[in-house]
């Protein structure tokens, strides 16, 4: 059918409009009126006053008609790569050095916490009533509270003049042993400058100043 187009479309000398329709193709196109062919299946109509006649042609509708398409040919999008950046010999240094610093601050710190384990245990007695030669927190002395102290954290110091057995110190920690107007008094030392102790039957065992109880000398286990 499409070749019977293209002949009459080169004798004619215009090109053809082809039309599909669901029931069936038909196909108009431009012809001289003294070329109208009246083969089966066609009819023709004259067109008053007119150079043309309009054919219709019908066509089965199992007819098949193909048309040509572009071939488009695709490419995948390139892969991009992501590039990491690598570390600078400086850069790792300074990362050894920084976990270095992390690592010493910690030692320090645990070292630290078990020093002031006393000292948190000596928090514990605050309120304590003061009884001469009591070693329990019913009623201790100075000597009974600091040996009650130690005793805590699995220490053993002698009940007076524990200082004997410890180690003098100028810089002491959380914990050491403060004893005061040579050897009259005893107490924990916990940190700043300040102690705690069992002073005397009407304040009992309190958080008091260094300085506040007379001259001191410090002592420690380490």
Same mark, same amino acid.
């Given at each position: ?41 066609? #009819? +023709? *109509?004259?067109?008053? @006053?007119?150079?043309?006649? $309009?054919? %219709?042609?019908?066509? &089965?509708?199992? /007819? ?37 610093? #992390? +690592? *010493?601050?910690?030692? @320090?710190?645990?070292?630290? $916490?078990? %020093?002031?384990?006393? &000292?948190?245990? /000596? ?38 003049? +524990? ?60």
């Amino acid at each position: 059918m499409s070749n019977a187009v293209s002949a009459n479309a080169g004798t004619v000398g215009r090109q053809a409009a082809v039309i599909a329709a669901a029931s069936g193709l038909i196909l108009s196109m431009g012809l001289p009126a003294n070329a109208a062919d009246s083969a089966a299946g066609v #009819s +023709a *109509s004259a067109e008053s @006053g007119s150079a043309q006649t $309009a054919l %219709a042609v019908t066509a &089965a509708p199992t /007819a098949l008609v193909s048309f040509e398409r572009p071939a488009v040919k695709t490419a995948p999008a390139p892969k991009v790569e992501t590039v990491r950046a690598q570390s600078t010999a400086s850069e790792t240094g300074a990362s050894r050095a920084s976990e270095a610093t #992390s +690592a *010493s601050k910690l030692a @320090g710190a645990v070292s630290s $916490a078990a %020093a002031s384990g006393l &000292a948190a245990i /000596a928090y514990t007695g605050i309120g304590h009533p003061y009884v001469w030669g009591g070693t329990t927190p019913n009623g201790w002395d100075c000597s009974g509270f600091t040996q009650w102290v130690y005793a805590q954290a699995g220490i053993s110091i002698p009940r007076t003049n +524990a200082w004997t057995a410890m180690k003098p110190t100028s810089t002491p920690a959380p914990g050491d042993l403060v004893m005061q107007n040579g050897g009259a008094h005893v107490g924990i030392y916990v940190g700043n400058g300040m102690m705690i102790s069992a002073l005397n039957p009407s304040q009992g065992t309190l958080l008091h100043s260094v300085a506040s109880t007379g001259t001191s000398s410090f002592f420690t286990l380490q």
